[in-house]
T-cell receptor, first 109, second 112 residues
């Protein structure tokens, strides 16, 4: 079956760095997406990895290891506005996104 | 650019009644999707459409139907609502070339 595993909740301090891990099992693989979702709002795109390695985009970076079925999202210089849920979503062989339940990130001053 | 819109924003519906959730995108995306999101669970795909005129079943299609008469619109119909269909419903669209999905603002539906 298809499965996504990411921590339910994480807490970090403003200005710090946090890494949100995601492990996945899918039927086929066509890349992995990370989305951010603030409470009461729609998910918004953060990153897409299809090859192994690190993709950096400003304060956010995303890493992929296809052989390990593993990805992480790295957030640097945390700001209060980064308090949100972060959704890991690999794409299967049918180009459908398989969504994890998300990691709720709480930022404390 | 409006992007992708949904209506209504929220709705309270009596069990047994029918309802259509509307979704419209102006990005000329080929693919459109309907998800439901429940507390503690990931987004679950209800139905999808890869192109106008075609639809497919997702993970949780029972009790829902869709149509895709044109590129822009993708309505979701609940023929006879039940309380377990209480959820937040998101419509999304994507272009075949890059697969990034853009989401509408969601419809919060309560079935009593």
């Amino acid at each position: 079956g298809q499965n996504i595993d990411q921590p339910t909740e994480m807490t970090a301090t403003e200005g710090a760095i946090v890494q949100i891990n995601c492990t996945y099992q899918t039927s086929g693989f066509n890349g992995l997406f990370w989305y951010q979702q603030h409470a009461g709002e729609a998910p918004t795109f953060l990153s897409y990895n299809v090859l192994d390695g690190l993709e950096e985009k400003g304060r956010f970076s995303s890493f992929l290891s296809r052989s390990k079925g593993y990805s992480y999202l790295l957030l640097k210089e945390l700001q209060m506005k980064d308090s949100a849920s972060y959704l890991c979503a690999p794409m299967d062989s049918n180009y459908q996104l398989i969504w994890g339940a998300g990691t709720k990130l709480i930022i404390k001053p | 650019t409006a992007g992708i819109t949904q209506a209504p924003t929220s709705q309270i519906l009596a069990a047994g009644r029918s309802m259509t959730l509307r979704c419209t995108q102006d990005m000329r995306h080929n693919a459109m999707y309907w998800y439901r999101q429940d507390l503690g669970l990931g987004l679950r795909l209800i139905h999808y459409s890869n192109t106008a005129g075609t639809t497919g079943k997702g993970e949780v299609p029972d009790g829902y139907s869709v149509s895709r008469a044109n590129t822009d619109d993708f309505p979701l119909t609940l023929a006879s609502a039940v309380p377990s269909q209480t959820s937040v419903y998101f419509c999304a669209s994507s272009d075949r070339d890059d697969n990034e999905q853009f989401f509408g603002p969601g419809t919060r539906l309560t079935v009593l």
